[in-house]
């Protein structure tokens, strides 16, 4: 059984977030969900993601998707959705755009001449919050502004000062896990947009294992409603990350958001165990 490491929102290897994926090209069903988190595990990324075809009469989707981190199964995720597509693109088993059925409700992906894959996924919806005790402590920085991004997503989004200062991030993260379901997205507009990118952001997750994800699709779909309202335009680029990055192209189409990045296989190797 292939599984393939696929590095995305990047365009060279070694860049943006890598995620596991493995296909089950002949099966009309996943394995059992501890054989699946078992290999999230021994992957060790921030998600591992699974797919297999589904009968042409079973709704609109043309794949069954699903993700787990190292330690849970979750309802959204971007980046291994990008390098699940890029895998169906590259290897020949699909073309043009691929519809997904996953947890959150159908995803669909279209992959473009240039390589570039993108993702239609639901807008997440901001409400302001006041923000929670303990918050600037858990960040070890001062707050501008707090979000609660909705239950699909699960994260605080946090504005801070600038850039400099998101960049500079050394957080609790024991006391960030405590703050929400998932965890904290943190952001501040580009010091210098000529470089190529709008907005920063970071992202961790404790609670789903994942000490810092590199670079997060969903935490975009708050990004994108965020810094649109912020900045005035629907179209816009954020680049994520601190030791790893990657940029993502949003485009805010009301109840749903575009994300738009590379991806590049970087191992495609073998499993030897079996489901």
Same mark, same amino acid.
């Given at each position: 059984m292939r599984i393939r490491i696929v590095d995305a929102f990047a365009s060279r290897p070694f860049d943006g977030n890598p995620a596991g994926v !493995? @296909?089950?090209?002949?099966?009309?069903r996943f394995p059992d969900d501890d054989w699946?988190?078992?290999v999230a595990a021994e992957v060790n990324l921030s998600e591992t993601a699974y797919a297999h075809p589904l009968p042409d009469d079973q709704g609109s989707a043309a794949w069954a998707l699903r993700w787990f981190t190292p330690t849970t199964e979750v309802d959204m995720c971007g980046h291994a959705t990008l390098a699940t597509a890029h !895998?169906?693109?590259t290897t020949g088993a699909a073309t043009? &755009? !691929?519809?997904?059925?996953?947890?959150?409700?159908?995803? !669909? &992906?279209t992959a473009?001449?240039?390589? +570039?894959? +993108?993702?239609?996924f639901p807008t997440a919806p901001l409400t302001g919050t006041e923000a929670p005790s303990g918050l600037e402590a858990a960040l070890g920085v001062p707050v501008r502004s707090v979000r609660d991004t909705g239950p699909q997503v699960g994260d605080l989004l946090v504005e801070v000062a600038d850039e400099r200062t998101v960049r500079a991030l050394t957080p609790d993260l024991e006391a960030v896990a405590a703050l929400s379901r998932r965890g904290v997205i943190v952001t501040a507009a580009a010091d210098d947009p000529a470089l190529g990118y709008d907005f920063v952001s970071r992202c961790f997750f404790p609670n789903y294992g994942i000490d810092e994800d590199p670079v997060t699709g969903s935490a975009h779909t708050a990004l994108a409603p965020f810094w649109s309202e912020r900045l005035g335009? *629907?179209? @816009? *680029?954020g680049l994520q990350g601190a030791a790893r990055s990657g940029l993502v192209r *949003?485009?805010?189409r009301g109840e749903r958001t575009l994300l738009t990045g590379g991806a590049v296989t970087v191992i495609d190797g073998e499993l030897l165990t079996a489901p």
């Open positions: !493995v @296909l089950f090209p002949g099966a009309d699946l988190q078992q !895998v169906l693109h043009g &755009t !691929v519809r997904f059925a996953a947890r959150c409700g159908t995803l !669909v &992906t473009h001449e240039d390589g +570039t894959i +993108t993702l239609d335009r *629907t179209r @816009l *680029t *949003t485009e805010l």
